[in-house]
């Protein structure tokens, strides 16, 4: 798989092509050290990947993304960065993976593996064959990639049962764990397939599987039952939408 890597930083670079010589499925063709000479340079050597970074003068790896999703041949792309706060947009652009540096061989070898998959199954298009423009995705978000420890976790979408707002933040419920990312939830609710998830509090959102039951408590109060026994209070700005859900 003939890879180019997109970095800044001389070490980083160095660092990258010491950790792809190890991995016999890839061949770097090239380095560039801004966004501007990346696009230059996949134009020129057409590679099946690019490792790139996230932060960089003047062109930045998600305007190299953005240029890149909208070419019918294009390249995988990975990202590597120190930053864990991009991965939502990241995975916008329909991102392979999103490495954190500093970067281990084991979480490369992951993440190579599946830039294979993908490219295997069609979902990305080497740069290198002649194909047709790849499907466009659904307007809603199927996963996330949260911070966990020393990596990123993928979260689907249809396994999340509950989203609270805390501050800047919002914390994904999966079954018995939950996950902490830098994100509003007002700019989840905009991005969820309304028909799975709905919001019932000004800081919750609820999958509308997960819910039993409404309950009048009185006094124009109503709260949702949850599938786990949890009430909650279901704000007056939301209460029109879950009571259509049930039907009322």
Sequence with gaps: MRTLIVDDEPLAVERMQILCSRLPAITVVGTASDGAAALRLVEALTPDLILLDMT???????????QLSGQAQRPAVIFVTAHDHFAVEAFDLDAVDY????????????????ALARIANGAAT?????????PSKGDWI????VPHRSELVRVAAADID?????????????????YLMLHTIQGLENRL???????????????????????????????AELADGTP??????????AKAMAGR
């Design 193 to 223: 397939d309304p028909d799975r998830f709905i919001r019932l509090h000004r800081s919750t959102i609820v999958r509308r599987d997960r819910i039993n039951g409404l309950r009048h408590d009185g006094l124009g109060v109503w709260s």
């Design 142 to 145: 199927e996963e996330f990639w």
């Design 162 to 178: 509950r989203i609270d707002a805390e501050r800047d933040y919002v914390r994904l419920h999966v079954g018995p764990r939950s």
């Design 56 to 66: 960089m003068p003047e062109v930045d790896g998600l305007s190299v993304a953005r």
């Design 99 to 114: 490495v954190l540096k500093p970067v281990a061989q084991d979480r490369l070898e992951r993440a190579i593996e599946r």
């Design 232 to 241: 909650l209070r279901i704000g007056r700005t939301y209460l029109a939408k």
């Design 126 to 134: 080497p740069a290198t064959e002649s194909s047709a423009a790849a």
